[in-house]
């Protein structure tokens, strides 16, 4: 009897630690969803991940977003909407000879309310 309340208690605790952790990753907001992940490889991380252009790195490295801070990646998920909204990235001379890997309206569209949900 003594073990059964034993075991039980044990598993209670387990089940509580992944429950606490699921509740933390979700708040860090530190992995980008794939199906936006998917829109940064084709269109931004040739120059924005670690083989990328050093000024581009500078700014926003793909490779390097899970390191980031909360504060930082919410402020880097602003500036990417600001960016792409406003037709700024990815960069005019790029555009010219990549145009089948640019980022469309409907993906500026979803990439925005993805830096939206950041709290
Ligand atoms: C051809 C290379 C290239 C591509 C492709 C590219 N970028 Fe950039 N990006 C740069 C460079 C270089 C800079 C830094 C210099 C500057 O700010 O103009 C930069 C800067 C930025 C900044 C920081 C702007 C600021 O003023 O702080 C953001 C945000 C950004 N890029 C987002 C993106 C996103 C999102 C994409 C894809 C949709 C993208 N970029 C595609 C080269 C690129």
């Given at each position: ?46 120059c ?5 252009n050093?000024?581009a ?63």
């Open positions: 009897m003594m073990k059964i309340l034993f075991l039980s208690a044990i598993m209670l605790f387990l089940s509580g630690q992944i429950f606490a952790s699921n509740l933390i990753s979700k708040n860090l907001n530190k992995q980008i969803p794939d199906s936006i992940m998917k829109i940064f490889n084709r269109s931004c991380a040739c924005h991940s670690k083989d990328g050093f000024f790195k500078m700014k926003v490295n793909f490779s390097k977003w899970d390191k980031y801070s909360e504060n930082k990646a919410k402020s880097k998920a602003q500036k990417i909407c600001d960016e792409i909204i406003s037709n700024s990235m990815p960069p005019q001379s790029w555009r010219k000879n990549n145009e089948k890997l640019d980022i469309t309206k409907k993906e500026i569209e979803i990439v925005c309310k993805w830096s939206n949900s950041f709290k």
